[in-house]
């Protein structure tokens, strides 16, 4: 049975001939829930909306249902109810018509550690039925593509972290799939190679790939177009990074001091911060319309006997922007439905909090 | 219909790799069935040799003397030493020092000289029944034939017709006789057993490690169909189980002396299914275990016992409990043992073996579909 990348002669850039007017969304979910065991609900009735030619983000902390949630759009996991579709095909019931059109890369390595790079590529580019006579010409591709070719020939437990992240990406480009879902890929992989993947990924996007990627990076977040907060199983808000930011009334100020923690403290106890969070050796203070100026912030830190070298005001970025809209988002579940138990701290997801 | 052949191709190819990458794997997997063939048709042989003897010589005569040295010559038994009172034979069973004492009684050479039975006794340890029972029918056996040559050493140099003497006729059974024998019983049986143990828990880790990897849910996404997933991963295994058995049957019959009295190709179908069946065991197995530990350990257990108990290859099937003659049929053992014994030994051929091959097709085929159930709603 003839699979459609057989017949796509093109290299990526399927998705962008394709009429404006008749593309399904890349992605859009309804009541999406997924329930482990009996009680314990990993995504709670999401529901998304990501077009084609996305770069999405899902951000949120650990154990926020994120990879749950991808895997049930990659579909290697079925719904417990609700439903999802996938370039206009429901992973409940079409998953073999989705299967060709994604790549899913999911957080743990999964390719085969003791299979040279090259056989990897070769194993699944049989599995997904890339033709024969161009499979030699896109593993080259990819291999270069990925700056891999030197090492095409070493087994993949042997590569370095980042290595490996790229290898397991060019897995799921092989069939030149339209969507990519990627879990975490940057996760434990040092900064150099980050970056290197992410210019990868712009690359794929200006070819009109779809890219669905979860990751606990807000720097990340910073580079898609859209960007969706997960926290409990549950999205809690989503736009563009300059929409989000937008969303921030609040002004920011890092303070520069003697004693960083002690002044997180004085700071974060006046009314009007909606956060106070410990930035390498800043602390940057959210500060809502009504709350303390520059000089009050000062005094107050002072006056906690810290000594205080400068306070200024800062710019907003990701870090900032999440930490007041899940301050935010908490302080309303709060108010609807008190739940003492479940504290997540995005902040402890962005490297920079006590 | 291409495209899937070539996925279970891909998924064959990437299983050698694996096996061909993994020393250890390797060993198991080749060395391992040779080195427990080799084991096993040893140590469990029902051949009971060089038994730890000692010897009371209360009569020191010539004739004793000559008795108890025939002992000696003995493969069965082997003398440790001699001790001088029934006292000491206490010690040294209680030392296990030895498991026999062979006590000539005073007037063994009067006795014969008259004519009459010379006493003997031989003490036997029963701390290990097993052996002990074994060791006493040999040591009776052979007993009665060392009486009857010094009766009929005697009764000659006395000049007289040692047939008119009536003899006392040895009647050693052949089974515990010739080691020969006892082989020819095991080793078609073990062939069996061991090709059960690699098979069963070789494929047993094999999904697991996939699940554990990670790299399951990089096939999942791909399409792939379960059932060729499974044939892809079968494939590789059906090709060493038969290197396997081939290497077996060769060393029965080099080594042991095993007749392949029967057709090749009988037992090549059967060996066909028969491997088939236990692979479906394994993917069963590797279908619902939770860590590659429980399955290889459940692997191990699934394979070793049935194997060894419910296949006919130790106890014969209509000696054990009426329940486990039942369970027995639930493992494809006992109807391969049967196909190599029956093949190897009695010469027989599919014409009266079919019930048999057919009812290991029957196992393969319910079994692989049962594991691509299992397998598929363990992944959902």
Known sequence: MPHPEENAASVATTPATQPEQHRPPAVEAAGLTHVFGSDVYAVDDVGLLVEQG???????PDGAGKSTLIRMLATVLAPTSGDAYVMGHSVRGEAR????????????????PDLTVRENLQFFADLRGVRRSEVDARIARLLEFSDLTGFSDRQAQYLSGGMKQKLALSVTLLHEPQILFLDEPTTGVD???????WRIIAT??????????????????????TVAFMDSGAILFADSPAGLKRRVPDTLFEIESSDERAAQRAAGALPGVTNAALFGDLVRVLVSEDGPQEHELRRAVSSAGVHVRDVHAGRIDMEATFAYLAERARAEAVSAKPDPDEEPDPAVETGGDT | MRAAFRRVEAIARKELIHIRRDPRMLITVLVMPVAQLLLFAYAISFDVSDVPT??????????????????????????????????????????SEARIAVWVAPGFARALERGEDGKV??????????SAQLGQTYALALNQQLDREIAVEWV???????????????NVRTWYNPERRSADFLVPGLMVVIIMIVTIQQTAVTLVKERDQGTFEQVVVSPIRRSELMVGKVLPWMAIAFVDIIAITLIAITLFGIPLRGDVFTLGVGALFFVLGCLSIGLMISARASSAEVANLTGLMVGFLPGFMLSGFAFPLNSIPRFLQVISYLFPGRYMVTITRSVFLKGASIDVLWPQVAALALYATVGLALATVLYARRAR
């Open chain 2, 54 to 95: 000692v010897l009371l010589d209360a009569d020191m005569t010539a004739a004793s003397r000559e008795y108890l040295a025939s002992y000696e010559q003995s493969d069965f038994f082997d003398v440790v030493g001699r001790v001088d009172s029934p006292a000491e034979i206490d010690d040294v069973f209680d030392r």
């Open chain 1, 204 to 225: 794929l996007h200006r070819q009109g790939i779809t890219v669905f990627v979860a990751t606990p990076y807000m720097d990340e977040a910073e580079r898609c177009t």
């Open chain 1, 191 to 197: 900064p150099v190679s980050r970056r290197e993947f």
């Open chain 2, 156 to 170: 000659r140099a006395k000049g007289q017709d040692p047939e008119a003497m009536g003899g006392i006729g040895a």
């Open chain 1, 54 to 60: 996305e770069v999405f983000g899902l951000v949120g």
């Open chain 2, 121 to 130: 006794s031989v003490l036997i340890d029963g701390s290990e029944p097993n």
């Open chain 1, 97 to 112: 018509r989705i299967k060709p059109l994604i790549g899913y890369m999911s957080q743990q390595f999964s390719l085969y």
